[in-house]
């Protein structure tokens, strides 16, 4: 049996439309797809190890001052 949650929702969250963002960033799971956007750098882009030690640092010199 399937249940349908629809009549719960208010009248405003029924008549919703998507979001162009949301849609937009579907498009990002295409492994073909190259994104320019710049506040979704490619994850292998990072430089992991150098990274690695500067967090290293920040949290035993300024942890407190780094998660205040």
Do not use: W, Y
Not at 28 to 43: C, H, Q, R, T, V
């Amino acid at each position: 049996m399937k249940m349908t949650c629809e009549p719960l929702f208010s009248q405003s969250s029924r008549t919703m439309r998507a979001s162009e963002i949301r849609e937009l960033l579907k498009l990002l799971d295409n492994p073909e797809m190259i994104s320019f956007a710049g506040g979704l750098p490619n994850p292998a882009a990072f430089p992991i190890e150098p990274l690695k030690s500067v967090v290293a640092h920040v949290m035993a010199e300024h942890a407190r001052e780094a998660l205040d």
